[in-house]
């Protein structure tokens, strides 16, 4: 029985296919880029940032001042404690909101916090506190 023409074409680009495969494959042969030696896989930047393959000159080499190096982390510059705010909402079950006059942030509150009775619209002043699901508010007082 003789193949469809169907067949036949199905047949003719699987030989194609095989053929571009095979021209890739010699491809990648002569075009390798393994076996280069160290010298010619190294990189240098430049004075500009910029990667280069030519090797730095010598006799340009910057001084580094050791006393004007930081060691550790940036210093962290001392945060305002006490901050003010106003009540946005208390609940009956004794925990609120604050917003925070400054950064308009709200912050969480439980009436066990709290020195004084607050409700919802007081200006409070509280100091925050981090607390595993985010800041708290503590040391909470009226502002009058």
Not at 16 to 28: I, S, V, Y
Not at 109 to 126: A, I, R
Request: net charge positive.
């Amino acid at each position: 029985m003789a193949d469809s023409f169907s067949k036949k074409e199905n047949f003719k680009k699987k030989l194609q296919k095989k053929k571009e495969k095979a021209l890739r494959r010699e491809d990648r042969k002569e075009n390798n880029d393994k076996g280069k030696s160290l010298d010619e896989m190294f990189m240098y930047v430049d004075a500009n940032g910029q990667l280069t393959s030519t090797p730095p000159d010598n006799d340009n080499k910057a001084e580094v001042n050791l006393d004007n190096i930081q060691l550790g982390a940036a210093p962290i510059e001392a945060e305002e404690l006490v901050k003010t705010g106003i009540v946005t909402f208390f609940s009956e079950k004794g925990y609120g909101f604050i917003t925070e006059d400054k950064s308009k942030e709200n912050v969480f509150f439980h009436s066990n916090n709290c020195t004084e009775l607050v409700k919802k619209g007081n200006k409070v002043s509280f100091e925050k506190e981090r607390s595993p699901k985010g800041f708290s508010a503590v040391n909470i007082k009226l502002v009058k």
